[in-house]
């Protein structure tokens, strides 16, 4: 039975409080200028869909792990308003590697029996949040050299591998309704993880994951595109000068290629548009955790040291103790970092691709509300 995916790209604007931080986008930044001084020649997207048919996905034994994950209180987490399941802890993709991913699942607090499974949206299904790949957040590997090698491919196979396994440990939700979702580089990681599944849920000895759709916010599809969008952005949120945007006009083509004029002319916006929050251009910077006067002028935008509380709250060994994770016990700080209203993977980068992906139009643009908005 052929299996057809909705693709939903959410475009999230709202100002709310994005816990993201700037060395985290200065690294995507980075990573971007880093390609570009490569010189590679833009993706064929026939060309490098990788072949998934008939992937052999490591499965283990899930024998009392499900009681383990089990979560019986969380440190400062009220338990008047906890009044749902909630597991955490790790499924190992490799086991001979020693690979393991770490994932946070929380039973939809009304009617938990009837509700789709979704990886990593918000809303009112029962959600599944992975950490992935191994060395993001609390997931891990023994093998030092899988850090080095890691990339879109590997990612998709290691989470069609926890899923897979996730799914022997909670056995129900093999028959529930199941959405992909992500932002960011998700634009990558989510595509390829579904068409892993589609490519494999028609062999025999494989347990079929219903997929029923994806869902991408501020997605990056595509470098070229992503870097072409954001200096539009920045330029009509008058971030960058007339002359800047009009120098890269001229001497940036976007295509793969990129020569020492574009690149100048590039440069010219990191110091242009000065320290600034790339996740959230209208957010205030955190100058001091402890500023009360700070958070009283920015509260309609959210406390912008909040990232600050969710790291040190979960380094905390108390925490990760009721979390199951870190069972390395090494000390390293977990990071999270997310974001809405942002200048790294912007709305014009998502139009450009829309245009790309050339997908149906299903509504007409217009104004859209938040629910406690008038």
Known sequence: MKLEIVTLLYFLYLATPCLAFANEAKRLVEFSRTRRSMNHPRDDASENIYNYTNLSAYVGSQDGLRETDKITALPGQPNKEAEFDQYAGYVTVDAKAGRALFYYFVEALHDPSNKPLVLWLNGVANMLFLESPAGVGYSYSNTTSDYDNTGDQRTAGDAYTFLINWLERFPEYKSRDFFITGESYGGHYVPELANVIVTNNGF????????????????????????????????????????????????????????????????????????????????????????????????????????????????????????????????????????????????TSTQYSLDILGLPIEASWRPWYSDIEE
Request: glycine residues 6%; aromatic residues 10%; charged residues 20%.
């Open 204 to 347: 025999a000895n494989t347990t079929a994951i219903k997929l029923k759709g994806v869902a991408i916010g501020n997605a990056l599809l595509d470098w070229d595109t992503n870097d072409k969008g954001t200096v539009d952005y920045f330029w009509t949120h008058a971030l960058i000068s007339k002359s800047t945007h009009e120098a890269i006009q001229r001497y940036c083509s976007f295509n793969g290629t990129y020569s020492n004029d574009c690149e100048n002319a590039l440069s010219l916006t990191v110091y242009e548009r000065g320290d600034i929050d790339d996740y959230n251009i209208y957010a205030p910077q955190c100058v001091d955790g402890s500023n009360s006067s700070q958070l009283k002028d920015s509260v309609s935008l959210g406390d912008p040291c909040s990232p600050n509380y969710v790291e040190n709250y979960l380094n905390l060994p108390d925490v990760q103790r009721a979390l199951h994770a870190n069972t390395t016990r090494l000390n390293y700080p977990w990071i999270d970092c997310s974001g809405d209203i942002d200048s790294v993977c912007p709305v």
